[in-house]
Protein backbone atom coordinates (compact mmCIF):
# COMPACT_ATOMS: atom_id res chain seq x y z
CA UNK A 1 0.00 0.00 0.00
CA UNK A 2 1.17 3.21 -0.86
CA UNK A 3 -0.98 5.23 1.83
CA UNK A 4 -3.79 4.92 4.33
CA UNK A 5 -6.43 5.21 2.10
CA UNK A 6 -5.55 2.45 -0.33
CA UNK A 7 -7.73 -0.75 0.06
CA UNK A 8 -6.27 -4.51 -0.29
CA UNK A 9 -7.71 -6.32 -2.24
CA UNK A 10 -7.88 -10.31 -0.75
CA UNK A 11 -8.77 -12.70 -3.46
CA UNK A 12 -10.48 -15.96 -1.74
CA UNK A 13 -11.78 -18.97 -3.99
CA UNK A 14 -14.51 -21.20 -3.44
CA UNK A 15 -12.40 -24.97 -3.19
CA UNK A 16 -15.53 -27.05 -2.45
CA UNK A 17 -18.73 -26.64 -2.42
CA UNK A 18 -22.79 -28.16 -2.75
CA UNK A 19 -26.10 -28.43 -1.30
CA UNK A 20 -27.31 -31.03 1.65
CA UNK A 21 -31.14 -31.73 0.69
CA UNK A 22 -32.76 -34.14 2.93
CA UNK A 23 -34.73 -37.48 1.76
CA UNK A 24 -37.40 -35.89 0.17
CA UNK A 25 -34.93 -33.85 -2.20
CA UNK A 26 -35.71 -30.83 -0.20
CA UNK A 27 -32.73 -28.54 0.76
CA UNK A 28 -32.15 -28.15 4.09
CA UNK A 29 -30.80 -24.68 5.63
CA UNK A 30 -28.37 -24.96 9.44
CA UNK A 31 -27.00 -28.57 8.68
CA UNK A 32 -24.11 -28.76 9.91
CA UNK A 33 -21.26 -29.82 7.04
CA UNK A 34 -17.54 -31.36 8.36
CA UNK A 35 -14.49 -31.69 6.29
CA UNK A 36 -13.75 -35.71 7.33
CA UNK A 37 -11.02 -36.40 5.42
CA UNK A 38 -8.36 -34.45 3.51
CA UNK A 39 -5.77 -34.27 1.76
CA UNK A 40 -2.19 -34.10 3.91
CA UNK A 41 -1.72 -30.61 4.00
CA UNK A 42 -5.59 -29.49 4.47
CA UNK A 43 -4.99 -32.20 7.54
CA UNK A 44 -2.00 -30.15 8.96
CA UNK A 45 -3.89 -26.53 8.35
CA UNK A 46 -7.11 -28.00 9.93
CA UNK A 47 -4.83 -28.92 13.45
CA UNK A 48 -3.39 -25.55 13.22
CA UNK A 49 -6.44 -24.26 14.15
CA UNK A 50 -7.24 -22.36 11.25
CA UNK A 51 -10.50 -20.50 10.87
CA UNK A 52 -13.03 -19.41 8.52
CA UNK A 53 -16.42 -17.68 8.45
CA UNK A 54 -19.35 -19.41 8.58
CA UNK A 55 -21.64 -19.63 5.33
CA UNK A 56 -23.69 -17.06 7.20
CA UNK A 57 -21.26 -15.00 8.19
CA UNK A 58 -21.93 -14.18 11.60
CA UNK A 59 -19.62 -16.47 13.46
CA UNK A 60 -16.57 -18.51 13.53
CA UNK A 61 -16.09 -21.99 13.02
CA UNK A 62 -12.94 -24.12 12.62
CA UNK A 63 -11.73 -24.31 9.44
CA UNK A 64 -12.82 -28.18 8.52
CA UNK A 65 -16.59 -26.99 9.37
CA UNK A 66 -19.45 -25.31 8.03
CA UNK A 67 -23.01 -24.52 7.89
CA UNK A 68 -25.66 -24.55 5.10
CA UNK A 69 -27.53 -21.68 4.32
CA UNK A 70 -31.13 -21.78 3.95
CA UNK A 71 -31.22 -23.32 0.10
CA UNK A 72 -28.75 -25.89 1.37
CA UNK A 73 -25.94 -24.15 -0.16
CA UNK A 74 -22.41 -24.87 1.66
CA UNK A 75 -18.47 -24.00 0.57
CA UNK A 76 -15.38 -24.37 1.92
CA UNK A 77 -13.04 -21.49 0.46
CA UNK A 78 -9.34 -21.97 -0.09
CA UNK A 79 -8.45 -24.88 0.64
CA UNK A 80 -5.64 -26.85 -0.96
CA UNK A 81 -5.68 -28.84 -4.12
CA UNK A 82 -6.60 -33.18 -3.29
CA UNK A 83 -9.70 -35.44 -2.42
CA UNK A 84 -12.09 -34.28 0.17
CA UNK A 85 -15.30 -36.31 1.84
CA UNK A 86 -17.64 -34.31 3.82
CA UNK A 87 -20.18 -35.52 5.97
CA UNK A 88 -23.50 -33.58 6.45
CA UNK A 89 -25.75 -33.94 9.49
CA UNK A 90 -29.10 -32.49 10.38
CA UNK A 91 -29.25 -30.47 13.86
CA UNK A 92 -32.68 -31.81 14.40
CA UNK A 93 -31.84 -35.32 13.78
CA UNK A 94 -33.06 -36.04 10.33
CA UNK A 95 -30.42 -37.74 9.33
CA UNK A 96 -26.82 -38.00 8.21
CA UNK A 97 -24.65 -38.44 4.93
CA UNK A 98 -21.67 -37.88 2.67
CA UNK A 99 -20.02 -37.20 -0.57
CA UNK A 100 -16.47 -37.13 -2.03
CA UNK A 101 -14.75 -34.49 -4.14
CA UNK A 102 -11.52 -33.62 -5.65
CA UNK A 103 -10.13 -30.02 -5.30
CA UNK A 104 -7.75 -29.07 -8.33
CA UNK A 105 -6.00 -26.40 -9.15
CA UNK A 106 -4.55 -24.79 -12.81
CA UNK A 107 -1.15 -23.72 -13.75
CA UNK A 108 -1.92 -20.22 -12.66
CA UNK A 109 -2.89 -21.75 -9.02
CA UNK A 110 -6.88 -21.02 -9.54
CA UNK A 111 -8.86 -23.32 -8.24
CA UNK A 112 -11.14 -25.87 -10.15
CA UNK A 113 -13.79 -25.76 -8.18
CA UNK A 114 -15.01 -29.00 -6.77
CA UNK A 115 -18.82 -29.56 -6.10
CA UNK A 116 -19.97 -32.45 -3.65
CA UNK A 117 -23.54 -32.43 -3.44
CA UNK A 118 -25.21 -34.25 -0.08
CA UNK A 119 -27.95 -36.45 0.61
CA UNK A 120 -28.76 -36.97 4.08
CA UNK A 121 -30.51 -40.53 4.79
CA UNK A 122 -31.94 -41.74 8.63
CA UNK A 123 -30.08 -40.99 11.08
Excluded at 17 to 34: I, Y
Excluded at 81 to 97: K, L, S
Aim: proline letters at 4%; a positive charge; glycine letters at 14%.
Amino acid sequence: MTNWGDWERVRRQVALCGRVVNREDKPLGGARVTIIQGPKEFEAQAKGGLVAASARGDEKLRRDVTETKPDGIYFFMDLPGGEYTVAAEDPHGGGRGQSRGKVVRDKAGNIQRAVADIKLLSG
